[in-house]
């Protein structure tokens, strides 16, 4: 059966709720997520989108967790797909193959170095940036609805923000349908995010990412290969947790809970989370947009 496009299901008055998952390195990590997004039915995602990995290195994986998440949980899924080491036949069979399963979204993007390589190397007869896989997908499918990416803090390699928007601009033009950011942990860097891209006729939905901290050695991790900043006052916070996983756990889930309520008071289309494949964190999520969201 053929899903759900994602651009028709924005609507004025209900954000829309999504879910990231990583496709797990060994079968029984697959198994055990399948058996744990079951938790997550009951909060009624949108769709779920699942990563695809640099180099294309966990491309029969994704596709596996794509493929259950669709056909045993009935879930509306968005797979990711990017650049990085493919020529356009591959791409082009890649995108063939999911349109023939029946998948009608797909999130295009431009991908990282693979771990064996300093920077984005441009593929034999492939593509340099997203923009170009937008292109390539509408020509090919034209009813599979695009997601691309946005950075409120911009791109790492961008110079700025404003050259980031243009690029972003580019994406839209070429045919995405909504765009979904990159984590971020100040609201106000959205809105100004949000503002500047107004300024550039970017009218597409804008989906923001909301990623729980889950331990502050990981988060410095992460926040240094994608360039999002972590605010001074939870960056206080978490250090006076030390040690005490629990107690880091709560501030992280307080914190992403406080992101989401100002988001959707806000009026955004929707939040996007990256629950780090932890159920547990995405439902105590999930649970508390719902909760707001669906006051009257
Ligand atoms: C929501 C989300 C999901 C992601 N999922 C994955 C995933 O599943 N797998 C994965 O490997 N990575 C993923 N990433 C990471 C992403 O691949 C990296 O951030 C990558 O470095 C950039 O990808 P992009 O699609 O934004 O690229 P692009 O939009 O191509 O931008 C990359 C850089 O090039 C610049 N640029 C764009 N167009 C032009 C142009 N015409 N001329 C000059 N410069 C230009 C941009 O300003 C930016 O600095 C995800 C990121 C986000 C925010």
């Not at 924005?10 to 496709?23: G, I, R, T, Y």
């Not at 997550?40 to 491309?59: E, H, M």
């Not at 008071?265 to 105590?284: F, I, K, M, Q």
Request: charged share 25%.
């Amino acid at each position: 059966m053929s899903q759900t496009p994602i651009s028709q299901l924005f609507s004025a008055d209900k954000p829309l709720l999504s879910v990231e998952f990583f496709p797990p390195k060994t079968d029984e990590a697959l198994e055990a997520l399948m058996d744990s997004v079951d938790d997550l039915a009951i909060y009624q995602p949108d769709f779920v989108s699942v990563t695809y990995g640099a180099g294309g290195s966990t491309r029969d994986r994704s596709a596996q967790a794509c493929n259950l998440l669709r056909e045993d949980h009935e879930y509306n899924i968005m797979p990711h797909l990017t650049c990085v080491g493919a020529s356009r036949d591959e791409l082009a069979q890649t995108i063939n193959g999911l349109y023939e399963t029946g998948y009608r979204n797909i999130m295009a993007l431009r991908g990282d170095a693979p771990k064996d390589a300093d920077s984005f190397v441009v593929a034999k007869d492939g593509f340099a940036h997203a923009s170009d896989l937008v292109a390539f997908i509408k020509e090919l499918h034209p009813d599979i609805a695009i997601g691309v990416a946005g950075y409120p803090e911009k791109h790492p390699e961008a110079p700025d923000l404003a050259t980031d928007l243009r690029h972003l601009k580019t994406k839209v033009d070429a045919g995405a349908s909504f765009i979904t950011t990159q984590l971020f942990f100040d609201n106000g860097d959205l809105y100004r995010f949000l503002d500047e891209a107004d300024k550039l006729d970017i009218s597409v939905p804008v989906i923001p990412g909301i990623m729980p901290v889950m331990s502050l050695k990981q988060i410095k991790r992460i926040t240094s290969m994608c360039g999002a900043s972590l605010p001074a006052e939870l960056e206080k916070h978490l250090n006076t947790a030390g040690d005490d996983s629990e107690r880091v756990r709560q501030i992280g889930i307080r914190w992403a809970t406080e992101q989401i309520q100002d988001l959707i008071e806000a009026g955004l289309p929707g939040v996007h989370l990256y629950a780090l494949n932890r159920s547990d964190v995405a439902t105590e999520l999930m649970s508390a947009f719902r909760a707001t969201a669906e006051q009257p």
